[in-house]
Nanobody, 117 residues
Framework: VQVVESGGGLVQPGGSLRLSCAASGRIFVDYVMGWYREASGNQRELVADVTAGGTTNYANSVKGRFTISRDNARNTVSLQMNSLKPEDTAVYYC????????????WGQGTQVTVSS
């Protein structure tokens, strides 16, 4: 299984970015797909995820600013990030995992998002 992200970059505070992720290989439709981030010196944290049925879950820090979406037919997940803040600066990782129990857990290589003026 391969998970590949794209779309990171440098953006000014208040700006927007869209991250995209494609999973290929034996990805089952009932996997949860989502985005995590890891800022320098911090632990990796969940940003948002979405089930195959469309149920979404967001970190409190991004609610109202970020939107996750998923295309089950294409095994893709996207993260629209608006009103970006400097504290959103991190490496963002795409994830796909099986449920229950997360026995199969796949990560992308990460993409850098930097919010700075």
């Amino acid at each position: 299984v391969q998970v590949v992200e794209s779309g990171g970059g440098l953006v000014q505070p208040g700006g927007s970015l869209r991250l995209s992720c494609a999973a290929s290989g034996r990805i089952f439709v009932d996997y949860v797909m989502g985005w995590y981030r890891e800022a320098s010196g911090n632990q990796r944290e969940l940003v948002a995820d979405v089930t195959a049925g469309g149920t979404t879950n967001y970190a409190n820090s991004v609610k109202g600013r970020f939107t996750i979406s998923r295309d089950n037919a294409r095994n893709t997940v996207s993260l629209q990030m608006n009103s970006l803040k400097p504290e959103d600066t991190a490496v963002y990782y795409c994830n796909a995992h099986s449920t229950p129990g997360r026995l199969l857990d796949y990560w992308g290589q990460g993409t850098q998002v930097t919010v700075s003026s």
